[in-house]
């Protein structure tokens, strides 16, 4: 089971040789697998592997090739380091009160697609063990502030988890710059995801997408107007009329220029509301940010660490290896 991870997948890969001119030559994972079908032949590994032995040489070296462009991350030291074995322990997360912190570059994207990754293993994991454990709630909510949700890549079926997932009780908090990033990366999904979140949230903006699809989902209000008329002749007239008519709750230039200090609020079940942004220095815990006082800032160099840490009931083969190289 330790072995298990994207280091061994990369070293396959690089012993994978593949001859063209010698259709029986056999790499050494060819003898892997070769010994594994004599133990389990109908192992779902072995199934696979056979079906890619059925390429020709040209072809599987093709296939190998397009394997490691796409693994190439993966074979960056630093990452076969992060993803050697598991420390974060997601399936965790909904059995006591825990905070997780995956911190991202907000400049450099090349390894934001890991934190999809995570997400996506998140949700299965706690999903299954609310299921399999728990009688499908989770003992504590594990709630998921998702900043910048745009950035971090597509998660996999999240216009299905969103729908599934509240049942375990977990909750996913997307945050965008625009509601259009959305439709950018899940295309036609995005309508599906806005309407299984039960609340949204308009900060300020002015992206053209957003303000008008935050109109139109304002409605209405009912407004009294009324007009002169004078007309001049012989005699002078006068005349007024008095209408009823409907006009949108904020327009988009309305909203495009809202208060900073103000927020709209859409809760399901109850009509949109203009509200106060809530000043955070008035919380009672304001005085432990960094904010606040510069000392309380976290050193996160101090908690950088990828060496291995054994836990107390964890069961280790150990070797005895002879510096000498002489046989006792």
Do not use: W
Not at 199 to 210: A, D, Q, V
Not at 241 to 250: A, D, P, S, T, V
Not at 308 to 321: I, Q, S
Request: proline share 3%; hydrophobic share 35%.
């Amino acid at each position: 089971m330790e072995e298990q991870n994207f280091s061994t997948l990369i070293e396959f890969i690089n012993a994978m040789e593949v001859r063209e001119d010698d259709e029986e030559f056999q790499n050494p994972v060819d003898m892997m697998f070769a010994e594994l079908e004599k133990e389990k032949p109908q192992h779902f590994a072995v199934r696979q592997y056979k079906k890619y032995k059925l390429a020709a040489g040209k072809t599987a070296k093709s296939i190998l090739i397009s394997c490691g462009a796409r693994l190439a991350p993966f074979d960056i030291q630093e990452l076969r380091d992060l993803t050697a074995y598991d420390e974060l322990e997601l399936d965790t997360l909904g059995d006591r009160k825990t905070a997780l912190f995956i911190i991202m570059s907000d400049t450099d994207d090349t390894f934001n697609f890991l934190i999809s990754l995570c997400y996506t293993q998140l949700f299965n994991l706690l999903c299954e063990k609310a299921d399999d454990v728990y009688g499908g709630r989770l003992p504590v909510h594990v709630r998921c502030l998702i900043d910048e949700a745009a950035n971090i890549g597509q998660i996999p079926r999240l216009e299905k988890l969103v729908a599934t997932i509240r049942s375990r009780e977990i909750s996913c908090c997307l945050v965008l710059q625009a509601q259009s990033q959305l439709k950018a990366i899940y295309k036609d999904n995005a309508d599906t995801i806005i309407g299984n979140m039960d609340t949204s949230i308009f900060l300020g903006g002015k992206e053209p997408t957003t303000l008008k699809e935050l109109s139109a989902a304002l409605g209405k209000e009912t407004i009294d107007t009324f007009n002169t008329g004078e007309s001049r002749g012989r005699e002078v007239s006068h005349s007024l009329n008095y209408q009823k008519l409907g006009k949108e709750l904020m327009s988009q230039d309305e909203l495009a220029v809202m208060d900073g200090g103000k927020c709209v609020l859409q809760l399901r079940g109850v009509r949109p509301f203009l509200s106060n942004k809530y000043d955070i220095t008035k919380h009672p815990n304001y005085k432990f940010t960094s904010d606040f006082d510069k000392r309380n800032e976290l050193d996160i160099e101090r908690f950088l660490s990828h060496r291995l840490r054994l836990k107390p009931d964890e069961v280790c083969e150990v070797y005895e290896a002879n510096p000498s190289g002489t046989t006792a």
